[in-house]
């Protein structure tokens, strides 16, 4: 089944005090091009989603947007066990000098410790981050499986649009084939007309350059070609269309081929009818390729 190239997902978390929430986005694009706008100092997040979203994606215009906030007024407090460190070996450092030229101090309280700058600071040890990071990290696959199953859902509804859109190529090819029959006998009086005014025009005709002329007069008037190239896309598209790859590209490529097709069908047409149905096919043709455009 196709998918589209276009989807949407978000998901949010919380971890202490910081809440973070995602939004990822994917419109239709010639190729697959990532954009990623993530906080700052969050090691490994952008390396896995690269690596996700490269492996389950083949085209789209993918943007992906993290917002982190953290709640000052719930900090918790803790040691910073470096600077407390510093502080006791410097209280340690002034009492045994004091000592040593006989100037006697009050021991420090454990207050007192506290109190000296960077000891106690908000929020919680440097290795917490590294658990937050994992914790972002564990949202990719999750928000990468959403994006597609969306895609799948979107690429449901394209695969039923234009699969109809196929249907009505496949029955004004019919109807085209139809109407290329039915004006045989306007073409051959055409034809026995040209000749005629060949003949009266000439008062020697070669016989070969005759039929070379009539060869041409036909040929600009035979369609069969063009039916059957129509008839064998149809076949092609619904192949396409089957099948489970991506497949945008080469229905894009077919769309081309089709109108082709219809162009010149219209301009060998040579009957109203046959030209109204060539002008029918052409507008369902554009109507298929605006719709193929979303196709991964």
Request: net charge negative.
């Amino acid at each position: 089944m196709i998918q589209s190239m276009t989807a949407f997902t978000s998901r949010t978390g919380t971890q202490d005090d910081v809440t973070w929430a995602w939004d990822m986005r994917s419109v239709n694009a010639r190729g697959f091009d990532l954009r990623l706008r993530l906080p700052d100092g969050i090691e490994g997040l952008e390396a896995a989603l690269r690596s996700a979203l490269k492996a389950a994606l083949a085209r789209g215009n993918v943007t992906v947007n993290l917002r982190v906030t953290k709640d000052e007024g719930a900090q918790a407090l803790s040691l910073d066990q470096t600077q407390l460190d510093a502080v006791l070996q410097a209280l340690d450092a002034v009492q045994n000098r004091a000592f040593e030229i006989g100037v006697t101090l009050a021991q420090p309280t454990a207050a007192d410790v506290l109190a000296h700058r960077g000891v106690m600071v908000a929020g919680k040890p440097d290795d917490d981050g590294a658990a937050l990071a994992a914790a972002m990290i564990g949202d990719v696959p999750h928000l990468v499986a959403d994006l597609i199953r969306m895609r799948q859902e979107e690429g449901a509804a394209l695969h039923d649009v234009i699969t109809a859109q196929v249907d009505q190529i496949a029955n004004l090819t019919q109807q085209a084939a139809a109407a290329a029959a039915a004006r045989l006998p306007q073409i051959k009086e055409n034809l026995t007309a040209a000749l005629r005014r060949v003949v009266d025009d000439v008062a020697e005709v070669e016989e070969a350059r005759v039929a070379q002329e009539l060869a041409l007069l036909a040929a600009k008037a035979d369609v069969t070609e063009e039916i059957d190239r129509l008839q064998t896309h149809v076949k092609a598209a619904y192949a396409l269309l089957a099948q489970d790859a991506p497949a945008g590209r080469k229905l894009d490529f077919l769309a081309q081929e089709f109108n082709r097709e219809a162009n010149t069908l219209c301009s060998k047409a040579q009957s109203p009818a046959l030209t109204a149905i060539g002008l029918d096919l052409k507008a369902v043709i554009d109507q298929m390729r605006e719709q193929i455009q979303n196709v991964e």
